[in-house]
């Protein structure tokens, strides 16, 4: 599976976004679709992720409310929405799969197979 992130940009609080996952070369649906974003200095950390088996979302806890995980399997495309942005969302945003996913591992970083390149995030004050 190869995937295509987008959507990134220069934005100001309280803005939105919405980032794009297009994915190819693969059997899309049953994968799990997560989204990660890593600041200058810091870890890369879960942002959400949609599991594919199960068709069910999930997020990171200070963007519940803010941000939406959605697929389009016609597409085969992931889309985060991000609404009300704040600085701190600020980072490259990567997005990631993998279709071997058990739920407890679906936040951590180095479980997913295949990546693509990131798409920065930047949020002004």
């Known amino acids: 599976v190869q995937l295509q992130a987008s959507g990134g940009g220069l934005v100001q609080t309280g803005d939105s976004l919405r980032l794009s996952c297009a994915a190819s070369?693969?059997?899309?649906?049953?994968?799990?679709i997560g989204w990660f974003r890593q600041a200058p200095g810091k870890e890369r950390e879960f942002v959400a992720a949609f599991r594919g088996s199960a068709a069910t979302t999930h997020y990171l806890d200070s963007v519940k409310g803010r941000f939406t995980i959605s697929r389009d399997t016609a597409k085969n495309t992931v889309y985060l929405q991000m609404n009300s942005l704040q600085p701190e969302d600020s980072g490259v945003y990567y997005c990631a799969a993998d279709n071997r996913l058990i739920l407890s591992r679906i936040r951590v970083p180095d479980d997913y197979d295949h990546w693509g390149q990131g798409t920065q995030v930047t949020v002004s004050s």
């Open positions: 070369g693969g059997t899309f649906r049953s994968y799990t």
